[in-house]
Nanobody, 122 residues
Framework: QVQLVESGGGLVQAGGSLRLSCAASGRTFKSYAMGWFRQAPGKEREFVATISWNGGSTYYADSVKGRFTISRDNAKSTVYLQMNSLKPEDTAVYYC???????????????WGQGTQVTVSS
């Protein structure tokens, strides 16, 4: 079992930055690929980024590539999402996810956090 708790969301102006954190419980954190999804009002949940168990491999949605960076600290059982050059269309609830195998679909992830709101004003 893995429990995930996100933090770091908030309100920011377009062009600004935020860093999301996701603290995981459980001694097996380093066994899991981690990722982030987001869901905007009235839209389906969508993939944002994923990182392999050792941080050696990352993958991003085209919409955030070059602006967002996913990283992890296995010693702290924490995964991060650094978001730069934020746009109003990045406004969404951001969810931290975990799975034994990384993927880009919601069905591929076994564990989900409660979400943290990110709002980007124009």
């Amino acid at each position: 079992q893995v429990q995930l708790v996100e933090s770091g969301g908030g309100l920011v102006q377009a062009g600004g930055s935020l860093r999301l954190s996701c603290a995981a419980s459980g001694r097996t954190f380093k066994s899991y690929a981690m990722g982030w999804f987001r869901q905007a009002p009235g839209k389906e949940r969508e993939f944002v980024a994923t990182i392999s168990w050792n941080g050696g491999s990352t993958y991003y949605a085209d919409s955030v590539k070059g602006r967002f960076t996913i990283s992890r600290d296995n010693a702290k059982s924490t995964v991060y999402l650094q978001m730069n050059s934020l746009k109003p269309e990045d406004t969404a609830v951001y969810y931290c996810v975990a799975a034994l195998i990384a993927g880009v679909t919601t069905s591929g992830y076994d564990y989900w956090g409660q979400g943290t709101q990110v709002t980007v004003s124009s």
